[in-house]
């Protein structure tokens, strides 16, 4: 596929991804496909082969936000399995009141993952901030009503942020608990 559509897949479900991907395979060849990665990826984790190191300045932010006074959650297209592992080898899992993955809702833009990391931490959606890299971050963001903030340093531009509906989008962690305490 092309460079551009792998970039534009990040921040759906596998299924979605591949389904997006791969249009005119049968939906049997699709879901034998996201068995394969699955199976793939879980192997290559295994074996100390997958990589997930958080953005310089990340793990500070959310301490900081944390010993705040805010209620940090995640809305994922990952799995359960892989969300759960990256937050326990970054040391930050006990940072976060709730997790949603692509295992248990629709894939993003629904606001179903939103909605339940919402009903978890018991906020509400004007009291929300979603902060993504993706637009379908932000159109979730929009679909479930609250608050949205991109940042630069993920898959989709600036540009395909702010027109997705992001309120503004950050350079740097450091900008983005401006924005946040701002």
Request: glycine share 12%; with cysteine; charged share 20%.
């Amino acid at each position: 596929p092309d460079p551009h559509e792998v970039r534009r897949i990040v921040g759906l479900s596998l299924p979605s991804a591949i389904a997006r991907l791969a249009p005119d395979e049968t939906p049997e060849t699709q879901a034998r496909t996201v068995a394969a990665y699955k199976q793939a990826f879980f192997r290559a984790r295994e074996r100390g082969l997958v990589n997930e190191p958080l953005f310089d300045g990340i793990r500070e932010l959310l301490t900081r936000l944390h010993q705040g006074g805010w209620t940090l959650g995640v809305a994922t297209g990952k799995g359960d399995r892989g969300l759960r592992g990256c937050l326990v080898m970054h040391g930050v899992f006990d940072l976060f009141v709730t997790l949603q993955t692509a295992d248990r809702h629709p894939s993003k833009p629904h606001p179903s993952m939103l909605e339940t990391a919402m009903a978890e931490a018991g906020a509400l959606p004007g009291d929300t901030v979603m902060i993504g890299d993706t637009a379908y971050d932000i159109e979730m963001a929009v679909a479930a009503g609250t608050r949205a903030i991109g940042v630069a340093w993920g898959y989709h531009t600036p540009e395909e942020l702010l027109a997705a509906g992001a309120e503004g989008v950050a350079e740097t962690p450091e900008q983005l608990g401006e924005m946040l305490n701002g």
